[in-house]
């Protein structure tokens, strides 16, 4: 059995819209471990959608589904940058 073509399809978009939306934040660019823990995040808010081909899951969405994939994503990105940032300024508190 081949499994090394599975991922979850949401990773891929996830980690294109934390990359995209770190440069509204100087302070972590270059910091990929932060920006993993903030991928993380978001994947965990997003439901899994395990797959072999991403063109065989776009396939079958309808395009209300593609849209609301997309607005999910953004969403979980936004929320995981706030969370991870406000659990890094608890830390340095300490």
């Known amino acids: ?3 090394a073509s599975i991922h979850n399809f949401y990773e ?6 934390v ?6 934040y100087p302070h972590l660019q270059g910091n990929d ?3 993993a823990d903030i991928a993380c995040v978001a994947l965990n808010r997003l439901p899994p ?3 072999r081909h ?5 396939f079958f969405q309808t395009e209300q589904e593609r849209t609301e994939s997309e607005r999910a ?4 990105v936004e929320f995981a940058f706030g969370f991870v940032q406000a659990r890094n300024a ?3 508190r300490r």
């Open 1 to 3: 059995m081949d499994t």
């Open 12 to 17: 891929k978009p996830v980690f294109a819209t």
């Open 19 to 24: 990359l995209d939306q770190a440069q509204h």
């Open 33 to 35: 471990d932060t920006l």
């Open 49 to 51: 959608r395990y797959i």
């Open 54 to 58: 991403d063109v065989d899951f776009a």
């Open 73 to 76: 994503v953004q969403e979980a």
């Open 90 to 92: 608890m830390r340095a």
